[in-house]
């Protein structure tokens, strides 16, 4: 049906080609190769990868060989035009699945070209980057999005359906952990993890789902980080962070949040990765853990090095459905199903005369569009300058958010000065 000239054409890019790409954007495509999408609203549409772009098209020839008759022709570009290239060939819409660092570049081009956008996490790595993404978007008419698989997880949806329908009554404080194992940092992140941190990479997903869930005016960052394992114990790269927000809300009552994340867990460890939230109420208390959601497994040989004990059959699980069919599903993946249905309504859901309705009804989804993203990014940007500053000898630093001083404000002690990382308000709430 996807490849079928009849139906309405979605085209897609990628750009990035590794573990997250292999983890959940390579399943997607594969199941709308053969699928398509469909919606009452815009009924079948087709959405083919067309083209992929990474530094050296290793990994997507490898993947051409591997895949077969699941995933249709599509082209490969490599090197330091790629993404140009990709942009070229006449795609609606485009991934980013690049390290963190490299995110905004690939962004903006995509923008540029009046290509809808979808982005993994974090975004980009400050609120000027983002500014600019964002005001590219509106001008050019298209969707920019970013990925927060972890709101869709059944958990969390649970948590803020409580919140919404205000059984949990007023977040009091929180404390978020995820752990990952050494293979992360010194395999599949090896070739771009100098000089990034743990917090940036995954924190994100938790600043995130405090931020949407609980809403509130972001007003402190506080942080410190060790090292030593992956880098040099004085060197720019992390081995895990800690990091602390203070939230305000409309009551004039705070909610302090500590973040810890690590990727130098022992490989032999049980679980793929260690999450744990907990979250205090006036009313009560929301428990959540990854690896302890009722499943358990040993298997001689295997366990707990290519096969874990504990396993998150939510994110992104490879089943045999009981009608004999393999398939590969999870919220890791919903997500990604559900920008492309997005993104088909705005293109295909009604006349044209009706498209900016139907790209601005998108655009207010706050779960994952670039401008609703300000206090997250705020956050990640406030982490990475109280790192820097520790890697550069001046630890404890605080960064304020809409400080007299400015919109996000780097205090380091013994400084009488502080330090504007960006001037203009981060909440709308804010100066």
């Given at each position: 049906m996807s490849n079928s000239p009849h139906y309405p054409t979605l085209r897609a890019g990628m750009i990035g080609m590794g573990m997250i790409f292999d983890e959940t954007y390579r399943p997607f495509f594969e199941r709308v190769h053969a699928e398509g999408i469909f919606d009452r609203r815009f009924g079948e549409v087709s959405v083919p990868l067309i083209a992929v772009a990474s530094r050296t098209g290793v990994r997507a020839e490898k993947y051409r060989a591997q895949a077969g008759g699941k995933i249709g022709a599509f082209q490969s570009f490599s090197g330091e035009d790629s993404v140009a290239q990709l942009l070229n060939s006449g795609a609606h819409f485009a991934c980013v699945a690049t390290p963190?660092?490299?995110?905004?570049?690939?962004?903006?081009?995509?923008?540029?070209?009046?290509?809808?956008?979808?982005?993994?996490?974090?975004?980009?790595?400050?609120?000027?980057?983002?500014?600019?993404?964002?005001?590219l978007a509106r001008s050019k008419g298209v969707l920019a999005k970013v990925v927060y698989h972890k709101l869709l997880d059944p958990d969390h949806k649970k948590l803020r359906t409580l919140v919404v329908d205000g059984v949990l009554q007023h977040v009091n404080n929180g404390y978020c952990s995820l752990l990952e194992p050494k293979s992360i940092s010194g395999g599949q992140f090896a070739e771009w993890i100098t000089g990034r941190n743990p917090g940036t990479?995954?924190?994100?997903?938790?600043?995130?789902?405090?931020?949407?869930?609980?809403?509130?005016?972001?007003?402190?960052?506080?942080?410190?980080?060790?090292?030593?394992?992956?880098?040099?114990?004085?060197?720019?790269?992390?081995?895990?962070?800690?990091?602390?927000?203070?939230?305000?809300?409309?009551?004039?009552?705070?909610?302090?949040?500590?973040?810890?994340?690590?990727?130098?867990?022992?490989?032999?460890?049980?679980?793929?990765?260690?999450?744990?939230?907990?979250?205090?109420?006036?009313?009560?208390?929301?428990?959540?853990?990854?690896?302890?959601?009722?499943?358990?497994?040993?298997?001689?040989?295997?366990?707990?090095?290519?096969?874990?004990n504990t396993m998150n059959n939510h994110y992104n699980g490879s089943f045999m459905e009981p009608w004999g069919e393999r398939s590969q599903r999870g919220y890791g993946i919903e997500v990604l199903e559900r920008f492309a249905r997005e993104a088909a309504w705005v293109e295909f859901g009604g006349s044209e005369a009706d498209r900016p309705a139907r790209l601005a009804n998108i655009n207010a989804l706050a779960y994952n569009d670039l401008e609703a993203d300000r206090q997250t990014v705020a956050a990640v940007a406030g982490l990475e300058a109280i790192l820097d500053r520790q890697y550069h000898g001046q630890p404890d630093c605080v960064v304020r958010v809409d400080d007299p001083a400015g919109g996000l404000v780097l205090y380091s002690p013994g400084d009488a000065v502080p330090t504007v990382l960006y001037a203009p308000p981060v909440s709308p709430k804010g100066g």
């Open positions: 963190d660092d490299r995110h905004f570049e690939a962004a903006r081009a995509v923008l540029q070209a009046g290509v809808h956008l979808l982005i993994e996490k974090p975004s980009v790595l400050s609120l000027a980057q983002l500014d600019e993404l964002v005001a990479y995954v924190a994100v997903h938790y600043i995130k789902l405090i931020d949407f869930t609980f809403g509130g005016r972001l007003k402190t960052i506080t942080a410190t980080g060790q090292r030593g394992l992956v880098g040099d114990k004085a060197g720019p790269t992390w081995d895990s962070c800690q990091m602390r927000m203070i939230y305000e809300y409309d009551s004039g009552r705070e909610a302090a949040f500590d973040i810890h994340t690590s990727w130098v867990t022992p490989d032999n460890f049980p679980g793929y990765v260690e999450q744990e939230v907990q979250f205090r109420f006036d009313n009560g208390v929301w428990n959540g853990h990854s690896r302890k959601r009722g499943v358990e497994c040993t298997v001689e040989g295997r366990t707990p090095f290519t096969l874990k």
